[in-house]
């Protein structure tokens, strides 16, 4: 069955079309990003006005690029939350009225489960695509979510951990443009953590009751004191006036840390679920220094980790329509009446 995902959840748009969950035949995506630079982050109106401009081009470059013409879809897979509602409610619109004019099942898709799909894609031995047993942990550290599943099945997922202030992402964001670099931010500390000094700067993550509950919003605090104690300039944003050095040690350890609690956590959900299989999805699970780091501690407990090659890391629809395909398999669908659910 071949699928056609959309995703609009926050400022790219993206198509794409997917056979029986696993081949992908074109995954397009347009992004606002340059857009929103300027501002440090995305601004939610200029976002769904660009989703209205790209959606109908990008779902067209989708179908033609997979040489597939819309009566041979069998199932439209979107996105219908958590994001931005007005960039939200432009897929979902979008796909109810291509589901209705040429009477396609849809489903409606949460985009922080679907991330967890994109492993799926990667390649295993020979051709065939990954396999992943259940049950997983899942792990999901993204810009607007970090997360810890539970995850029996593709319709069964439990919630054990989450952020109760910043998502990682956010903060890598937020610390990079504290410390004057671009956005978004996690390319740029990934980049120049690499030449900082180990043990130069320490930082710690917040202590939480729930063990595997992640707050990050201490540790962003924390670069903005360190950088204003460097500079002298207390209450300012300067973070122009450090020297590369500063700039790359406290990058350097504010990864580290976050990493470092991310990782612990999610072996300890391991270890409490009995489960030895780990799945990572969203924006932050392409850092590099991340992979490394998991992979290197996993294998001493004996866990096998799984990640998304990184052109899946970011939002994309063929994490959309694979999902999509499986819980359709699974006797599930929405109706015309579906609605965007942004939180
Ligand atoms: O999954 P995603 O595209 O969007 C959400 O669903 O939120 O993730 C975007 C986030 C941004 O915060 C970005 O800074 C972060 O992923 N990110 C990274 C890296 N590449 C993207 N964070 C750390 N290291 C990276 N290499
Ligand atoms: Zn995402």
Redesign the pocket.
């Known amino acids: 069955m071949i699928t056609l995902g959309i995703e609009t ?2 400022d ?1 748009t993206s198509a794409a079309v997917v056979n029986n969950g696993k081949i992908v035949l074109s995954n397009i995506v347009a992004s606002s990003l340059s857009l929103h630079k300027k501002y440090g982050g995305v601004i939610p109106e200029i976002a769904s006005r660009a989703q209205l401009e790209f959606i109908y081009s990008v779902v067209s470059r989708a179908l033609k690029k997979a040489k597939i013409k819309i009566r041979q879809i069998g199932l439209i897979a979107v996105t219908k939350g958590p ?1 931005l509602s007005g960039s939200l409610l432009v897929g979902v619109s979008f796909a109810k009225t291509l589901s209705f004019t040429r009477n396609i099942p849809l489903i409606g898709i949460n ?2 489960q679907a ?1 967890l799909y994109a492993p799926f894609f990667s390649k295993g031995t020979g051709n065939s695509s990954c396999r992943i047993n259940f049950p997983f942990v899942g792990l999901v ?5 970090t997360s810890l599943f539970l995850v029996k099945d593709f319709n069964s997922f439990s919630l054990l951990g989450r952020t109760v202030d910043d ?4 903060a ?2 937020k610390a ?1 443009k504290i410390m004057g670099l671009g956005y ?4 740029f ?2 980049k120049i953590a690499r030449k900082g000094k180990k043990g130069a700067v320490k930082f710690s993550c917040g202590n939480l009751e729930r063990e595997l509950d992640f707050s990050f919003s201490g540790i962003k605090t924390a670069v903005l004191y360190r950088i204003n104690n460097l500079c002298r300039l207390s209450g300012s944003l300067q973070g122009a006036r450090l020297n590369n050095q500063d700039k790359a040690d406290i990058a350097c350890a504010f ?1 580290e840390t976050v990493f470092d609690d991310i990782i612990k956590k999610s072996i300890l959900a391991c270890q409490r679920k009995k489960i030895k299989s780990l799945v990572a ?4 699970a ?3 220094r ?1 992979r490394d780091k998991l992979n290197n501690l996993a294998q001493n407990y004996n866990i096998k980790v799984y990640f998304p090659q990184t052109s899946y ?3 994309n629809a063929a994490m959309v329509a694979g999902f999509g395909y499986q819980l359709y398999k699974r006797g599930i669908s929405s109706g015309l009446n579906l609605r965007v659910e942004p939180t």
């Open positions: 959840s926050c790219e994001g985009h922080i991330h550290i993204s810009g607007g979510h998502a990682v992402g956010e890598f964001d990079a978004p931010g996690g390319p500390i990934e990864q999805g969203g924006g932050v392409s850092n590099n991340f890391c970011l939002d």
